[in-house]
């Protein structure tokens, strides 16, 4: 019962663009922080974006994150083959009153 | 170096009990929201609820989905998170993420996952 909703899938060449877009609603992505999650199967999700814009320390600068009113972008450049994944918007809701995260993206490198 | 360590996942029947552990080090483990998140097979992320600081009252809020049956809880002084997971449902059944929010750092120290499976 995923409420921010994301495409299903993006794909591209090695060393292009990617986007993912994140739409919510006033009570989650309208007043609260985005973040961006990149996950593999049986792994632990690994944040890449935090506080609609920000890296942690060791994450390229090839990822970045954007956020305008109800939505949000992540966007990855210079592709590599070790990008394909599923990745996950996420921020706090205040009517349901937990972490909502995204449908979930899988990026294909072609 | 930060590390979480899950344990207390496993089968148990629909209607019983099953209690998570996490095992935190390497950080401000008091200074931190912990977060449960679990993903079912096939599905997204959920967030099962959050825990705040000692600063905020050690606040609780949980989903409908769990609300009254999940309860989060923490002890500073061990570096422990916990989930008490009651009157447990086959829809239950999943990955529980054990994660941690640090200001000015997000949600960056994820557990790496145990499986709970609600089964008769």
């Known amino acids: 019962q995923s409420v921010l909703t994301q495409p299903p899938s993006v794909s591209a060449a090695p060393g292009q663009k990617v986007t993912i877009s994140c739409s919510g609603s006033?009570?989650?992505?309208?007043?609260?922080?985005v973040s961006w999650y990149q996950h593999l199967p049986g792994t632990a999700p690994k944040l890449l974006i935090y506080?609609?814009?920000n890296r942690p320390s060791g994450i390229p600068d090839r990822f970045s994150g954007s956020k305008s009113g109800t939505s949000a972008t992540l966007g990855i450049t210079g592709l590599q083959t070790g990008d394909e994944a599923d990745y996950y918007c996420?921020?706090?809701?205040?009517?349901?009153?937990?972490?909502?995260f995204g449908t979930g993206t899988k990026v294909t490198v072609l | 170096e930060v590390n979480l360590v899950e344990s207390g996942g496993g089968l148990v029947q629909p209607g019983g009990s099953l209690k998570l552990s996490c095992a935190a080090s390497?950080?401000?483990?008091?200074?931190?929201?912990i977060h449960w998140v679990r993903q079912a097979s096939g599905k997204g992320l959920e967030g099962v609820g959050r825990?705040?600081?000692?600063?905020?009252?050690?606040?609780?809020e949980y989903p409908a989905s769990v609300k009254g049956r999940f309860t989060i809880s923490r002890d500073d002084s061990k570096n422990m998170a916990y989930l008490q997971m009651n009157s447990l449902k086959t829809e239950d059944t999943a990955v529980y993420y054990c994660?941690?929010?640090?200001?000015?750092?997000?949600?960056?120290?994820w557990g790496q996952g145990t499986t709970v499976t609600v089964s008769s």
């Open positions: 825990m705040t600081t000692k600063s905020s009252n050690y606040a609780t």
């Open positions: 506080e609609d814009d």
């Open positions: 994660s941690f929010y640090r200001p000015a750092h997000g949600m960056d120290v």
């Open positions: 006033s009570s989650n992505i309208g007043v609260h922080w």
């Open positions: 390497g950080f401000s483990f008091s200074g931190a929201d």
């Open positions: 996420g921020a706090w809701d205040n009517s349901l009153t937990a972490e909502v």
